[in-house]
């Protein structure tokens, strides 16, 4: 195929997941996460940040298994804080709700928390730094998994403390990290195909991409196993998360290019549905599809 990049402007979407307790899974995401949100449509829960769109939609499905250890699927989806204070509003809150950490990075591009909800779905939590302030070293993005600096976050606290209000409502997707089954493979469907540029190869088995130079809107990794098989169809985790394109010409453009490389892929009301390499499900869609 020929040489093609997504446009600048794409952002990852909503993800949408598999949890076993609806009822469970709203008052973590509530209660301790800060999300709004929007009235429940039979066994689907929508939260927001700003109490309209969609960041993260929940299916509850009491019978849905454990994803298998060393399947493909989610790594951790990215809630991107608008600054360092929100940052550490939601460190805070954690601290409060007495909620386990997993811990915590700076990657210089960033700052970010790690946990995991209730079933087990990773989350991370984080802030950017400046784009002015990244560096790169041969045409790739300089991050490092450096100590989080947790007191220097919780200062930010002392000029401007006031009681938790939940999520602030620019709260946004920021990224997604995959498990895939193939660097290779991903590679091809997700910068061959799709037009993601490559921001940092990292050994070993991690691929990170974006659009617009962006750190990275999808981390790929093979940490599970090399070859890994797909989950079973309906266990807890990712049900396919979000492409979201600037505008409809952008959809269409990358939608044709899909087709052009044979992949299979459904149009559905919000866009188009296919699956990657590791059949992890996407959904290409337009903002406010």
């Known amino acids: 195929m020929s040489a093609y990049s997504i446009h600048p402007d794409t952002t990852i979407g909503p993800v949408f997941l598999t949890v076993a307790d609806l009822n469970r899974s709203e008052e973590f995401y509530c209660s301790v996460l800060g999300f709004k949100p ?3 449509r039979a066994d689907l829960l929508s939260l927001t940040a700003d109490g309209k769109t969609p960041v993260l939609v929940l299916k509850g499905d009491a019978k849905a298994l454990p994803r298998p250890p060393h399947t493909t699927g989610l790594y951790h989806f990215a809630v991107l804080t608008p600054s360092r204070m929100d940052l550490a509003r939601s460190l805070q809150r954690l601290i409060e709700a007495h909620y386990p950490l997993q811990g915590g990075t700076d990657h210089l591009v960033s700052e970010a928390l790690y946990l995991a909800d209730p079933d087990g779905n990773g ?3 984080y802030r950017d730094r400046p784009r002015e302030g990244w560096e790169y070293q041969n045409s790739e993005i300089h991050m490092e998994s450096d100590p989080l600096d947790f007191d220097g976050i919780l200062a930010e606290l002392d000029q401007h403390a006031h009681s938790w ?3 602030a409502p620019e709260t946004r997707m920021g990224h997604v990290h995959l498990n895939v089954a193939s660097i290779q493979d991903s590679e091809a469907f997700y910068h061959g195909v799709l037009g993601f540029e490559i ?3 990292r050994a ?3 691929l990170f991409i974006s659009a617009g130079k962006y750190h ?3 981390g790929l990794n093979i940490w599970d196993g090399a070859g890994a098989p797909p989950p ?4 807890i985790g990712l049900r396919h998360y979000s492409i979201m394109l600037p505008n409809a010409k952008e959809l269409e453009a990358v939608a044709g290019r899909v087709q052009e490389a044979g992949i299979s892929a459904e149009e559905v009301e919000e866009g188009f549905m296919l699956r990657d390499p590791s059949q992890n499900g996407v959904l290409l869609m337009t903002r406010g599809a």
Request: hydrophobic letters at 45%; aromatic letters at 0%; a positive charge.
């Open 38 to 40: 929007l009235p429940r």
């Open 199 to 201: 921001m940092l190869r």
């Open 123 to 125: 989350i991370e939590i």
């Open 204 to 206: 070993p088995g991690a």
């Open 165 to 167: 209000q939940g999520l």
């Open 232 to 235: 079973p169809a309906g266990a």
């Open 216 to 218: 990275h809107h999808l």
